[in-house]
């Protein structure tokens, strides 16, 4: 069973009120329009999450979009538009995920605990390693437009969309972030 698909059978599980109300058409249409989204979604999750991101984690952002989708749903206004509204609640929870992960880092390290090294169960696409410790060293923020753009696809334009900001500051944004991304990059081969 799908993650995605799992997750809407959890949201009837803990009762969720439209569901509970025997809305299961609803319920239906909804799954329906996630299907085809589903692995583009577990994919962007993952890659803003950061690839040593732990299953459970990424697991939690996408149950965290469904349950915000579901609820919401009555707020998108065009339904072509479905797409891109989920993918807009996927980048929001993911930095609200970061966030609180790096809380909880601060606090673990505090207490004198170290980061586990547990590794992902998801496919890796080939990126290079070097790449992808560089990008992980670097802030959400810089990951944020770098992941969007260049390993999702998006241009400048509609990552403004997601983000909620201006095409201009968006691509200031992926300016800065490639410069970071290439001087963490040079400090890798020099170290």
């Known amino acids: 069973m799908s993650v995605a698909i799992h997750s809407l059978a959890a949201l009837a599980e803990f009762g969720c ?10 319920r ?5 329009a996630l299907r085809p989204l589903e692995s583009g979604l577990v994919t962007l999750v993952w890659r803003l999450l950061g690839w040593p ?3 459970a984690d990424i ?11 579901w609820t919401k749903r009555a707020h998108l ?22 966030r609180g992960a790096l809380r909880r880092t601060r606090r673990v390290r505090l207490a004198g605990f170290g980061p586990g090294d547990e590794p992902l169960g998801v496919e890796r696409e080939s990126v290079d390693e070097s790449l992808r410790e560089a990008l ?3 802030r959400h923020a810089d ?8 390993l999702e696809g998006h241009p400048p334009a509609a990552i ?32």
Request: proline residues 2%; hydrophobic residues 45%.
């Open 17 to 26: 009120d439209a569901v509970a109300r025997g809305e299961a058409a609803q």
């Open 28 to 32: 239906d249409a909804f799954a329906a």
């Open 53 to 55: 991101s732990q299953p």
């Open 59 to 69: 697991e939690d952002v996408l149950q965290d979009v469904l349950l915000a989708a």
């Open 77 to 98: 206004r065009e339904p072509a538009a479905f797409a891109g509204w989920l993918r807009r609640i996927a980048v929001n929870k993911a930095r609200n995920h970061a």
């Open 136 to 138: 992980l060293g670097l």
């Open 143 to 150: 990951r944020e437009v770098l992941v969007l753009h260049y």
């Open 160 to 191: 403004a969309e997601l983000l909620g900001g201006k095409r201009n500051a968006i691509e200031a944004r992926l300016s800065r972030a490639r410069k970071r991304l290439r001087a963490r990059l040079g400090e890798d081969r020099d170290g």
